[in-house]
């Protein structure tokens, strides 16, 4: 699935934010509306396209003045997407800007 389908779904209304992705963005500090933005502005690095899977990489403002980046995993069917769950991605496993994992 492209990203524009994810995006276009998610002006429908037709997402759901599991559990897990809250409680990740409780500790680390972003919101809901967050992860919309990330996924709005960001890019597909990873596709499992057999897994009906996504890792979308984006970029969300915290304030006005602190942008950050997000990864959020991603499901899809045809009804909805599910946001599996979404994380600040650890500068020492992904390179900078982080759309590739380190080796």
């Known amino acids: 699935m492209k990203i524009e389908e994810f995006r276009h779904r998610i002006a429908q209304g ?3 934010i ?3 992705a809250i409680q990740h963005a409780l500790k ?3 919101e809901r509306k967050n992860m919309l933005e990330a996924v709005e502005k960001g890019k ?3 596709n499992y396209p057999q897994e009906q899977r996504l890792l979308i990489c984006g ?3 915290l304030t ?15 009804e909805y997407i599910e946001f599996v769950t979404a994380y ?7 390179e900078n800007p982080p759309f ?3 080796r």
């Open 64 to 78: 006005e003045q602190i942008a950050i980046y997000l990864h959020i995993v991603c499901e899809y069917s045809e």
């Open 88 to 94: 600040i991605p650890d500068e020492y496993l992904w």
């Open 18 to 20: 599991k559990t897990h």
């Open 59 to 61: 970029t969300t403002y």
């Open 14 to 16: 037709k997402y759901l």
């Open 28 to 30: 680390e500090g972003f």
């Open 44 to 46: 597909v690095i990873e």
């Open 100 to 102: 590739k994992r380190r």
